[in-house]
């Protein structure tokens, strides 16, 4: 039998986290093993909701990533990006995504992390399927629906991270057009 490459003595660093977040979910069984997964921490979930952020954007998207984790096993069970300008999707958001590519399981023994405050349409999306918990990357930037999460009986924590913070600044001063639309749709930029 063929072991994961990741174990309970692997170092957690980013190029291990981008190797999981650029590898299909279901796949997930042969890089990692549950001694690695337990050693990972909400910062190392939300970095590599980052890191699948940062895949968005290399394709030409909007720099938005989710994963959602079995709080029970820490198993990864869904990740995805943006993909609005790469499957021309209005609402292929990072938590949509992540939500299709977990598929048909119970959200609420989950936590969702997202590098990005959720839209309205995606806020609205966790608490219809039932999330115990969301973990929030970046409140710099985007901010909002964190109230109406904890509202709706959903735990809601900010952990910041650095690089998703800065990534998704930097993408917002050069495609302003992009970050509008993915908010408010093409009528809004056509307004604007």
């Known amino acids: 039998m063929i072991q994961p490459l990741f174990n309970g003595n692997t170092d957690i660093t980013d190029t291990h986290l981008n190797i999981i977040a650029h590898m299909p979910t279901l796949s997930l069984t042969t890089v990692t093993n549950d001694?690695?997964?337990?050693?990972?921490?909400?910062?190392d979930y939300m970095r590599i909701a980052v890191l699948l952020a940062k895949k968005s954007?290399?394709?030409?998207?909007?720099?938005?990533?989710?994963?959602?984790?079995?709080?029970a096993t820490k198993q990864i069970v869904g990740k995805g990006h943006n993909t609005l300008v790469q499957e021309s999707h209005p609402y292929n958001h990072g938590e949509t995504s992540a939500i299709r590519d977990a598929g048909r399981i119970d959200f609420s023994?989950?936590?969702?992390?997202?590098?990005?405050s959720p839209c309205d349409v995606c806020a609205t999306l966790l608490y219809m399927r039932g999330f115990q918990?969301?973990?929030v990357g970046d409140v710099t930037n985007a901010c909002g629906n964190e109230v109406l999460l904890k509202e709706k009986g959903i735990n809601v924590d900010i952990l910041e991270d650095e690089l998703g913070v800065k990534q998704y600044?930097?993408?917002r001063q050069e495609k302003p057009e992009q970050d509008l639309e993915d908010w408010q749709g093409l009528a809004a930029v056509s307004k604007s």
């Open 109 to 116: 023994q989950t936590t969702l992390y997202t590098s990005l």
């Open 169 to 171: 600044a930097q993408f």
């Open 35 to 43: 001694a690695f997964n337990q050693k990972l921490s909400d910062a």
């Open 133 to 135: 918990r969301v973990v």
């Open 57 to 71: 954007y290399d394709e030409g998207g909007c720099p938005i990533g989710a994963v959602i984790v079995n709080n």
